[in-house]
């Protein structure tokens, strides 16, 4: 099977920083398209980042020249480094993967969440 494990949540003041890891494992042959999202309680899901396989971006207005996505292909790894946080960036971060499955071909996994709080 294939999991998506994050990691580099907490607790952080405003204009701090944090970086968030997403990894995917098990039986696959690669990655697509990665993408992070982030929600609070009653809320939508919203898209903050994508990073395709040649390493294109694309942010959220909201989000746009504060963090910057990035991927490590050779570990099936996407990351989001968070500068210059606010504390309206806090939120259960999610990332979204397009894994090759060796079983079932292609398809989409998320991660399981990890909690980042900017405190003013």
């Known amino acids: 099977q294939v999991q998506l494990v994050e990691s580099g949540g907490g607790l952080v003041q405003a204009g701090g920083s944090l970086r968030l890891s997403c990894a995917a494992s098990g039986s696959l042959f690669s990655t697509g398209d990665m993408k992070w999202y982030r929600q609070n309680p009653g809320k939508e899901r919203d898209l903050v980042a994508r990073?395709?396989?040649?390493?294109?971006?694309n942010y959220a207005d909201s989000v746009k020249g504060r963090f910057t996505i990035s991927r490590d292909n050779a570990k099936n790894t996407v990351y989001l480094q968070m500068n210059s946080l606010k504390p309206e960036d806090t939120a259960i971060y999610f990332c979204n993967v397009w894994v090759n499955n060796k079983q079932t071909g292609w398809s989409d996994y998320w991660g399981q969440g990890t909690q980042v709080t900017v405190s003013s």
């Open positions: 990073i395709s396989k040649s390493g294109s971006t």
